[in-house]
């Protein structure tokens, strides 16, 4: 199993839909986790970071965290083309692990007119 | 905010010579600097971590003798590929925790773009 998995997609919505993406974890001590944009040759930006069970929101974003699933999604309101990227998910591990992340394969979104 | 800088963003080399990309945190100090790879369609793989005044530490299936890291300064870490075969082209990340972070958050480099022929 995978530490950190993500559908490849692509994932197809049209303009101001809503996009949806997921993410599950293997390792239950998983203390923080984010959410990265990247663009095709560009290195990854941070889109939020969550780390207490529940909706964190932050404009047209919203991440879910689910410790008891192991799940941890990203919620884009208003999709627009600019959101057409791979979104990646990373997990940091248990305390003392240091800042060490693990990301998943990403997400490709398209978003159409 | 915090920013890091990488250089170069691309460079092409010739299979054999060994090629020098470089980390740089701007306005920061960084104890810690991370080095990812990232093949066309792959997600990020952590290299190795960068440890200031330290040796590097490097994950299962990294060749150190072969990926050569140096974090010589607070705001310098250097990665330097090796007789580098075309296997190496890759994307090369680097990247540093936010200062006084609590939740790891990490900024990235531009990233360097390895092209071996």
């Known amino acids: 199993q995978k530490e950190v998995e993500q559908n490849s997609g692509p994932l197809s919505v049209p303009e101001g839909a809503i996009a949806s993406l997921n993410c599950t974890y293997s390792d239950r001590g998983s203390q923080s986790f984010f959410w990265y944009r990247q663009y095709s040759g560009k290195s990854p930006e941070l889109i939020m970071f969550i780390y207490s069970n529940g909706d964190k929101e932050d404009g047209r974003f919203t991440a879910q965290l689910n410790k008891a699933s192991q799940y941890v999604s990203l919620l884009i309101r208003d999709s627009q083309p600019s959101d057409s990227a791979t979104y990646l998910c990373a997990v940091r591990g248990r305390t003392g692990g240091g800042n060490k992340l693990t990301f998943g394969t990403g997400t490709q979104l398209k978003v159409e007119l | 905010g915090a920013v890091v800088s990488q250089h170069p963003s691309w460079v092409i080399c010739k299979s054999g010579t060994s090629v020098k990309i470089e980390c740089r945190s701007l306005d920061f100090q960084a104890t810690t600097m991370f080095w990812y790879r990232q093949f066309p369609k792959q997600s990020l793989m952590l290299m190795a971590t960068s440890n200031e005044g330290s040796k590097a530490t490097y994950e299962q299936g990294v060749e150190k003798d072969k990926f050569l890291i140096n974090h010589a300064s607070l705001t310098l870490s250097t990665l330097t590929v090796t007789s580098a075969h075309p296997e190496d082209s890759s994307f090369y990340i680097c990247?540093?925790?936010?200062?006084?972070?609590?939740?790891?958050?990490?900024?990235f480099g531009e990233g360097s773009r390895l092209t071996v022929l």
């Open positions: 990247s540093a925790p936010r200062p006084a972070g609590k939740t790891g958050e990490l900024f």
